[in-house]
Nanobody, 120 residues
Framework: QVQLVESGGGLVQPGGSLRLSCAASGSIFRIDVMGWYRQAPGKERELVAH???????TYVDSVKGRFTISRDNAKKTVYLQMNSLKPEDTAVYSCNADIISGGLSSRNYWGQGTQVTVSS
């Protein structure tokens, strides 16, 4: 059973920083693209950033220069370093990954989500 488990959310003041982590576990053969999405109240879910197995990254314009996505393939973990946080970054952040399991079937997986609140 493959799972994605996130950690690192919380309450932070504007201008502050948080680091999100998402660890994959289970019978995993390979992890391809890993990414972070977010959904704010009353808004649609949006892609924040994603990273390929080779390290190529993509960011939504609103977070460029403030957020950094990275991954540790040995630990099967993706990170999102969030700096200079703004109130509009408040959302539930969810991890997503394309994983080929030990049975060599490919599937897209989601984490349970972690709340990030930016407020004074």
């Amino acid at each position: 059973q493959v799972q994605l488990v996130e950690s690192g959310g919380g309450l932070v003041q504007p201008g502050g920083s948080l680091r999100l982590s998402c660890a994959a576990s289970g019978s995993i053969f390979r992890i391809d693209v890993m990414g972070w999405y977010r959904q704010a109240p009353g808004k649609e879910r949006e892609l924040v950033a994603h990273i390929t197995s080779g390290g190529t990254t993509t960011y939504v314009d609103s977070v460029k220069g403030r957020f950094t996505i990275s991954r540790d393939n040995a630990k099967k973990t993706v990170y999102l370093q969030m700096n200079s946080l703004k109130p509009e970054d408040t959302a539930v952040y969810s991890c997503n990954a394309d994983i080929i399991s030990g049975g060599l079937s490919s599937r897209n997986y989601w984490g349970q989500g972690t709340q990030v609140t930016v407020s004074s």
